[in-house]
């Protein structure tokens, strides 16, 4: 998978927000302290969802232009598999 | 904030908003926290988040209620329930008497109260400094 800012066109750093489920307490002096944070969602399923496109932020120049290229032998691999298909028939 | 399943007032459940960063290479692809010079962004914002929605909660108590009185925000670290308010909530109160009532009740207190503040200058002096 590749991601590239149709921006600036340079960059390699993208910003993407995650939803965290985290447990706190209230110290005694009122401040907070944080005990646990978990993940509500994958960033891996995220990424792959089309929506994500929205989400995504190039860090160096802050569009949200970015466009997210899989990787090609994912493609080559359902070309191959369609082939195999064809040839099943 | 205060459970009013379990009475836990110390450990409570949020979902905040934070950031991660992609950073895309030869090797693949890596997710880390966002880091700006020597500030980690990621945590930092995890923390600011947490914050404002702590605070939000204390200062609007009633509203952050649905009308299942249960905390639309908050829920409790120990069982889970919803039911997370201020201490002293609307909620609460309407267990509360008449202020009418209560003033009546309180009386004897407020009057001592009172006295106490009367006679605090009034106080014998047992001692004198040289
Ligand atoms: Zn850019
Ligand atoms: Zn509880």
Request: net charge negative; hydrophobic share 30%.
């Amino acid at each position: 998978m590749q991601i590239n800012c149709r921006s600036c066109g340079k960059a390699n750093e993208f910003l993407l927000p995650l939803w965290v489920r985290t447990t706190f307490k209230f110290n005694d002096d009122g401040s907070l302290s944080i005990l646990h944070v978990k993940p509500l969602e994958s960033l891996e399923e995220k990424l792959t969802d089309n929506h994500v496109h929205n989400e995504l932020v190039c860090k160096s120049c802050s569009s949200n232009d970015v466009e997210i290229i899989f990787n090609e032998y994912e493609e080559s691999d359902k070309t191959n598999r369609e082939l195999a298909a064809l040839e099943g028939l | 904030m205060i459970c009013w399943e379990c009475f836990n007032y110390t450990y409570f459940e949020t979902d905040v908003e934070t950031l991660k960063e992609l950073k895309t290479g030869k090797d693949g692809m890596i997710i880390q926290d966002s880091m700006f010079d020597d500030y980690n962004y990621s945590q930092g914002m995890l923390r600011d988040n947490l914050t404002d929605v702590v605070q939000y909660c204390i200062n609007q108590n009633a509203d952050v209620l649905d009308h299942n009185l249960e905390n639309r925000y908050l829920n409790c670290a120990r069982c889970g329930s919803k039911k997370v308010t201020k201490p002293y909530s609307t909620w609460t109160s309407r267990r509360h008497l008449p202020i009418e009532q209560e003033i009546l009740k309180n009386h004897q207190e407020f009057k001592e109260l009172r006295k106490e503040r009367f006679n605090a200058d009034q106080l014998p002096v047992l001692w004198k400094s040289k």
